[in-house]
C-alpha cells in the first residue's frame, strides 16, 4: 500500500501511521508510504516552529491541502488535539 495525495497521516510523538485515504480506514505504518520522508520532513519542521507551545501530549494529524488559485498542494495540519 502507498500512501497517496489523498491520504492524512498521524504523527504522534516518535509513532506514526496512516489511517485514513480518501475518505476510508486505512490504516498502515507510515514506513509503508511513499511520502513518509515528507510528512516526517513536515512534522520535524513544525515542532521545530512551535514545540514550546504545545502541551505534553499532541496529537497531529498531517494531510494534503490545495491552494484553489494556484492549484498547488501542500502539506497541511488537518487537526491537532
Known sequence: MTCDNHAMCRVVGPSF???VTHG????????A???SAAILHF????????ADGLPGAVVVDIGRARNAD??????AV???T
Do not use: M, Q
Not at 476510508?24 to 514506513?31: C, Q
Open 17 to 19: 501511521s496512516r489511517y
Open 24 to 31: 476510508r480506514l486505512d490504516p498502515v505504518p507510515l514506513d
Open 33 to 35: 508510504c511513499r511520502h
Open 78 to 80: 488537518v487537526e491537532a
Open 43 to 50: 512534522a520535524a519542521g513544525l515542532l521545530s516552529t512551535c
Open 70 to 75: 494556484r492549484g498547488d498542494e501542500h502539506w
